[in-house]
């Protein structure tokens, strides 16, 4: 029996965030969508979104949230749990978060 | 003598604003420049900002902001005159640019 084995999920450290990746990540309505429903939940998977998206292109979301510091990621057997970095974003920009999901 | 006539600089009205646009034009270090810059003075051509930029580089960013209403253009002889749309801005997404500018 193989098991599948994933590569390290890479996330930036709280004080390497940066604020135009975090914009540019939350500047699309679907990951506006993501971050608002993470934001109610604690973890999700991709598929626990009703996403009007292809499987991939909800990958490519998650990836553009994680990559920007907006999400953590970690993987459990075959599924990647999502969950919302509030604190190291309300840390390195106060009331970000909930303005904007005020807003959305 | 002729007089070079510029076309008609639209804007899109406050109630056409959309979160994601905003947040796509506030998600580039220059154009949170231009945004702080403009937030601090009342109304400031493309020169008047100290841009690492070539001048049509300096010209799209603007577009950009202004395409998103961020802010207002209007032409005046040769130059174009940019203000923030922070009225609009603040009664669309309120606290949202002031929460940006505090971050940036």
Request: charged letters at 25%; hydrophobic letters at 40%; proline letters at 6%.
């Amino acid at each position: 029996m193989t098991t599948k084995t994933h590569e390290p999920i890479s996330h930036p450290a709280r004080e390497d965030l940066e604020l135009p990746a975090v914009l540019h990540a939350l500047s699309d309505p679907i990951r506006l969508r993501i971050v608002a429903g993470l934001a109610g939940d604690g973890e999700r998977t991709c598929g626990g979104f009703a996403l009007p998206v292809t499987k991939s292109t909800c990958t490519h979301h998650f990836k553009v949230l994680r990559e920007a510091g907006v999400i953590r990621q970690r993987q459990e057997g075959t599924a990647r749990l999502n969950t919302l970095r509030r604190d190291d974003l309300d840390a390195r920009f106060p009331g970000l978060l909930d303005t904007i999901l005020a807003a959305a």
